[in-house]
């Protein structure tokens, strides 16, 4: 069994899939294996430091990826379903080493085996298709940091279109921020609420059934926007490796699970 | 200290030099001499014949009106014609430029045109360009006795001449025929990029012609 | 100093709640995203051109000072007469120094930033010398009272209906029963009232896009004409520039010409862009007869070799407003300083200290939009951050917001005792969002939940449910 059929991936499974949204981390798993990974879980994971790091707290941030360093250095790769914490973990844990050689290296090394999920199945793993089906009219957004800093578009609607059953339709200015922005959503409440007002009504115009991303932080910023805006009954908020996955029995984002209520 | 000596004293403090390296003063004084061209759009690197329809094409596109004559002969009918189809009146100003006293005005005996600078009174202004530039439909206009900078922009209409054999394919080819007419490190005292007659978005971003430079430009390519 | 960055939050809240203001905000998005598209599809060379853009500067800022040593050397060659002025104070006094000495009454202006970073206006006015601004923009603005809200379209916070108030209100030697129901006949008087104005100026003052060392050329791009009457007709133009306009030669900046217009309006090239080289020439019949630079630094020789260098590469195009989530909310009057959007997030904490801008760099979402589009492709987001850094370093940033950090920030360091944490709190998280899936308040949430429902999570965490697997 060679590394490159089989390669040992650990999960970076983030900390609103670990907190809000487990069913994510299971998709995401089932994925990794039907490419033909080896799937790990390093129970010494929490955050990828962005929080500290987009608030300017450099030598924590510097703490917390000094510990993912450790923490994944065994794996052929590290793969998150999120763009934002793959962009952290890609693009500027190496910039927070890059006044100390020693861990410069580790950190630069450590980005290069380090994708967003779906991104990693498509362009390294090579797959072009899944084994799932969806009757559903769905609608993408373009998470920012995985648009921008990891090159993410193609990739989840080319996997997208093998979901039997599935349509996708494009909002406009789906490459326009959902206004989530981590702290900047309760920070800047009112001007967040402004720019996902005007998200939701984009994705309300659709028609589409189904809002599809893959970041949480997103998912749920959009999620409770439609919801608190009445759009909830008619528009389902999913994260995209759900529905690649296949796994779409439990309960969409900010909905109560009516088939477990025991 | 002086503000000029405190402020070249704090970019070099602050790029952490002396302004005495030689090297440093080699590399300024070679760009300077040698101004190393950069990248040109493929898009205007094109026999003479299809530059000057570039140029037109691209005039046109930024709503200059365009007439092509094929000598100097032919300009004052070509002139007398777009005044009367714009209904204006006979009469127009242009500078000292030699290209005037070729043009045979004669056979247009009721076309009025003055030389000088325009104080503001001149319906329309005649100018000879220097260059012309393909890649974005640009006139070069040089100021000077020849060509007075204010008939560039006074007059509610700008006619201006062109030699077929001016128009290059981009503005680097302008800046060698000024190197080679003023010398390197010269310059007229204004060169003027025209593109298009004056225009505005200012008012809710919708775009108006005529803002406060010319409301038409006419663009007459000879030869 | 017109300087209200340190209520961004407030002003930030009446621009929300200000219809007309959201209504003309559609303008920007319609007006300038399609276009700049457009122009830079429409060139495929337009990437390239903007690392050599980018190359160009970041070369001359390497080499500023002999630039500036060049630049010098060959405008007074050519006659022009150059000042260096330390800061605002001292660009404004050299400006009111000529005004004196040709006891000047009206000053005409091109569209220039500078002139508002220095609060020219107000310093001319209490000179008893009238200012003009003539960039329409500029115009209506200047009417209203007020401050540029863009930094190329300075009036893009007003609807034509106000133009057509502030004409009628000021412009009351016209005909009241008038029509002025089109753009077009509000141009039509502009261009009137103004007209009159460019022929009696005493004085004509522009900004620079770009000097050139290699000829010691001033440039401005334009597209009304209102620039170059201002400085062909008065006896005197006078040009205030910062000191990162430097640009090497004119092959150099017909790179960056290339990426200016595209970026800004999405025009190919701008109607006018206007090389000026010294004062009028013998025999010339027009032309000023002074010609004066005053070159600003305004704590930007400082930036030089710091982190925030690279902003020192901005054309200034709006770009990055154009482009900006944030400043399509708000407009830019709310950022509360001369310079709006990501790019004034980034220079106004330069210029004015971060204690009085700290905001700015902080109410961003970093989506990066405006990084991608920056025709010199400076690194926005980065800087931003930097600003939070050195605002957090600074202890600047809020009580409450810090300590919240570091409670996170122990608990991020210390796996185990995370889980456990987590693990509780979507427990009962979890029970309390159950029945209905999400939450319409929380305690501690309410930034959130004010606007929006939170999403419950599932209750397990996944590192619990992990751990629980059924393993084959």
New interface residues.
Partial sequence: MSAAKHPRVALF?T?L??????????AAVKLLEEAGCVVD?P?????C?Q????????A?AR??AT?ILDTFEAYDYVVAPSGSCGGMLKSHVPELFADDPMQAARANAFAAKTFELVSFLTDVRGMREVNASLAATATYHDS??GL??LGIKRQPRALLKSVTGLSLTEMGDS???C???????????????????KKAEDIAATGADLLLAGDMGCL??M???L??EGY?ERIKVRHVAEVLAGMTD??P?????HGAEN | MSARDDILATIRRSLGVTGREPTRRDVVEQRLMRSPRGLIPKRADLPPAEQVALFIKMAEAVSASIARVASLDEVPDALAGFLRAHNLPMALRHGEDAIFTAIPWDRQKTLEHRSGRSDGNDLVGLSHALAGVAETGTLALVSGNDNPTTLNFLPDTHIVLIDAKDIVGDYESVWDRLRSRYGRGKMPRTLNFVTGPSRSGDIEQKILLGAHGPRQLHIVVVG | MFLTTETFKENAVEALGNEQLQRAMHNVEAGFIGKRKAAADRLPEFDQLRANARDIKNHTLAHLDLYLEAYEANLTAAGGLLHFARNSEEARSVVLDICKRVNARTVTKGKSMISEEINLNEALSAAGVDPIETDLGEYIIQLRGEHPSHIIAPAVHVLKEQVEADFRRVHTHLAPERNLDEPESLLGEARAVLRDKFLKSDIGVTGANFLIAETGTSIIVTNEGNGDLTQTLPRIHIVIASIEKLVPTLDDVSQILRVLARSATGQDFSVYTTLSTGPRRPGDPDGPEEYHVILLDNGRSSMLGSEFQDMLRCIRCGACMNHCPVYHAVGGHAYGSVYPGPMGAVLTPSLFGVDKAGHLPNASTFCGRCESVCPMMIPLPKMMRHWREREFERNLSPATFRAGLSVWAFFATRPWLYHLATRIGMLVLGFAGKARGRFSWLPLAGGWTKYRDLPAPAGATFQAAWAKRPRT
């Fill in positions: 499974v900390c899939v670990d907190m809000f949204r487990p069913s994510v981390g299971f879980v129970a010494g994971q929490t955050c430091g929080p500290a790091f987009n608030s300017g707290d450099r924590t703490a917390i510990r920012c940091s921008r800093e490459e326009v921020c206004g989530f922005g981590g702290t900047f959503c309760v920070k800047y409440s009112d001007i967040s609420n402004k720019i996902v007002g749920m910023n999620a409770g926007k919801q608190r909830g439990g309960p984002i900010g909905e109560a699970d």
